[in-house]
Nanobody, 122 residues
């Protein structure tokens, strides 16, 4: 049973930073693609960032480019999302996702975490 557990969410003022972590358990190898999505109340789940197994390829949603950085530590089976210059519009539940192949769209990811709330106050 693969489990993804996010941590690091919380309340922060606009302009501040947070670092989210997502630990993968229940298997002995790292998923090929790991990603972050977010969902604000009343909105669809939105792509934030993804990273391949080696970390050589990263992709970001337009709204977070230049502010967020995704990274991973395969020895720890953990992916991170460093979020800087946070804005109130970044407020959402952030979800970690993983897949054993190249995954781009949200429906291509086989495994999901339960989410962690990020709230940015103005």
């Amino acid at each position: 049973q693969v489990q993804l557990v996010e941590s690091g969410g919380g309340l922060v003022q606009a302009g501040g930073s947070l670092r989210l972590s997502c630990a993968v358990s229940g298997r002995t190898f790292s998923p090929y693609t790991m990603g972050w999505f977010r969902q604000a109340p009343g909105k669809e789940r939105q792509f934030v960032a993804r990273i391949n197994w080696s970390g050589s390829n990263t992709y970001y949603g337009d709204s977070v480019k230049g502010r967020f950085t995704i990274s991973r530590d395969n020895a720890k089976n953990t992916v991170y999302l460093q979020m800087n210059s946070l804005k109130p519009e970044d407020t959402a539940v952030y979800y970690c996702a993983a897949d054993d192949s190249i995954a781009t769209r949200k429906y291509e990811y086989a495994y999901w975490g339960q989410g962690t709330q990020v709230t940015v106050s103005s």
